[in-house]
């Protein structure tokens, strides 16, 4: 090894004292002229002071030619929460916060090939996370492939979550405790489109990871974010969505995915999710209905420990459910021109189970039964900028009970 350095540093110091002598031994270069210097081409003379220089350009212009654009997109949202959020005593703290800021950047190699990411900075960058980063290849027949971090096509809202998408200050309990919004995994697949009226989204990805299942909140805790995640198992998803006729969409998605990533002590965990959403739209009213239902194996291996590491003797359910119908009127037609661009009074109600059933030996925890009650109003001066107020009536199966009052502002760009 130490002759093969030196035979490398000789053949070095060679090279470079035979470049020096080449070099000192030239002419110098003479001066160019300030006169125009031509070239004459098919009997053509050329002025080649007036032909500007082509600029060589990369790989990615010679394999990938045409125009790319950058793009810059995200949306960001601040609450105030009386008292906060996850409480069920009234008298607890009120909260504020920059809930969420996100910058998203979308680059364009070509006409075909896409990139697309979103950096969260949640909790005023508390918990920072990519919410999405993948490349997107348009292929004919209006199939686009994917291929990085993707959200889960698992209902509406958590592939499309800005706040001005939704009317309430939080975003509905189904979609947090049910449908864990934001939920992203790496993996692959295609969206597109059958005709006018269906479109769909089918992948295979990384799955959760069933050390993080609670009997309160489900499976959210299951999440790896993408971060350093355990993938030794994979999961399907598939979501269709159909608009019959004007002012009607349709959507049914299906997950199915295994969850226990070969951990010791852990049999075969197994989440297969089925949901199903409506959304109509008939004059100023607009109607939403959302139902979950979720169907989790090997529970009994996934007992609920204490922070001392002891059983509590509560696990996650194997069956959990719930659903939301929220109604909602439409101001906009009935404002002046020039003021304000909508004005949205709602009202919704949630029912969430996350211990619809527990195995027998187990306690169920009745604080996984969950009504919610939200009423408010949404005003949007823009049709990307909201303000929001709303009241939170909630009662869980225990018999505990809080109203809470949330202000918020958002948007998105």
Sequence with gaps: MKSAVTLLRILTAASLFLVAGTVAGQEPPAPREPATETREEEGKIIDLDSVEDEPEGSLLDRFLPGERTVRLFGYAEAHFNDPKTGTMRDGDDNRTEIHRFVIGVGYDFSERLHFEAEVDFEHSFDEPEVE???????????????????????????????????????????????????????????????????????????????????????????????????????????????TPFLGTQIGLSGYIGGADQDAVGVGRVTVTMAEADVRLNYFNFEVRGVGVYTYITGTEDLPELDSGGSPTGKAPARQQWGGYGELAYHFAPHLPEGTLHDIVPFVRFEHINTQGEVRSQFDRDDRGLRNILVAGVAVYPHPDVVFKVDVEDWRDGDGDRVTRLNLGVGLSY
């Design 132 to 242: 999405f980063a993948h490349v997107t290849l348009d292929l004919p027949y209006d199939i686009h492939l994917l291929v990085g971090s993707v959200l889960v096509p698992v209902g509406f809202l958590n592939e499309t979550h800005e706040p001005p998408t939704f009317y309430s200050v939080e975003r509905p309990q189904v979609n947090t405790l049910l449908i864990p919004t934001t939920w992203q995994e790496i993996g692959a697949g295609v969206r597109g489109s059958v005709g006018p009226y269906l479109s769909y989204r089918a992948y295979l990805l990384a799955t959760l990871q069933a050390s993080g299942f609670t009997p309160l909140k489900g499976i959210r805790g299951g999440r790896t974010k993408t971060v350093n995640a355990v993938t030794n198992d994979v999961a399907g998803v598939v979501r269709l969505e159909s």
